[in-house]
């Protein structure tokens, strides 16, 4: 059962990071990240070619109230988002009772290999079990994306089920692989 979920008030922190909702003045740092090859195209869309791309995605995003910054303490910069999306209607028919979100996330590459993704994976995991009450986690990574896998892992997530993800942006069919991780098995 998918739960609707507003981030609009939420702050995290962690040792390093800050979660917090998106804002609209985010925008110079979602674009100089958003921008660089690579970065989105592990996420399903493509790099973003100008800022005004940036700024009608950012925009949507704040709207939608599922997605938070995640900001750099040491250095004030939004460097990434983590978000709380609805569930897939797969993994609401595995997971019928389950009050559950799908987390997905991205993060500047100049920031990859430091550790921080699984910092703010377990600090929205906590937030989801504990403040939200959720039931259930679903998150995906494409196949060839071992990165995503290696946080997902980590964080104690369990694979439950492989699939294909197309994404209409990229004119691509990934090969992607779901685990989910549940309130109880923490």
């Known amino acids: 059962m998918d ?3 507003d981030v609009s008030a939420i702050q995290i922190n962690t040792d390093r990071l800050i ?9 110079a ?12 195209e592990m996420a399903g869309w ?12 950012l925009q949507s995003m704040v709207k939608g109230r599922e997605v938070l910054a995640i900001v750099h303490k040491a250095d004030g910069k ?6 709380l999306h609805p569930a897939s209607k797969t993994d609401t028919e595995h997971f019928p009772r ?8 991205v993060l500047s590459k100049a920031y990859w290999g430091q550790g921080l993704m699984p ?12 403040t939200l009450k959720l039931d259930a986690l679903v998150c995906c990574h494409f196949a060839e994306n071992s ?5 997902i892992e980590k964080c104690g997530f369990r694979y439950f089920r492989s699939g294909t993800y197309v994404s209409e942006r990229l004119q691509k069919t990934f090969e992607d692989r779901c685990y989910r991780i549940l309130a109880e098995e923490r």
């Open 3 to 5: 739960t609707p979920v």
């Open 147 to 151: 990165q995503s896998r290696r946080v």
């Open 19 to 27: 979660l917090r909702p998106l804002a609209l003045d985010d925008l």
């Open 98 to 105: 389950c009050r559950m979100r799908e987390m997905g996330y």
């Open 119 to 130: 910092e703010v994976v377990r600090a929205l995991i906590q937030y989801s079990f504990e």
């Open 46 to 57: 493509k790099h973003h070619q100008s800022m005004e791309e940036s700024a009608a995605i």
């Open 29 to 40: 740092d979602f674009y100089a990240y958003a921008s660089v090859p690579g970065v989105g």
């Open 78 to 83: 939004m460097i990434g988002t983590i978000g």
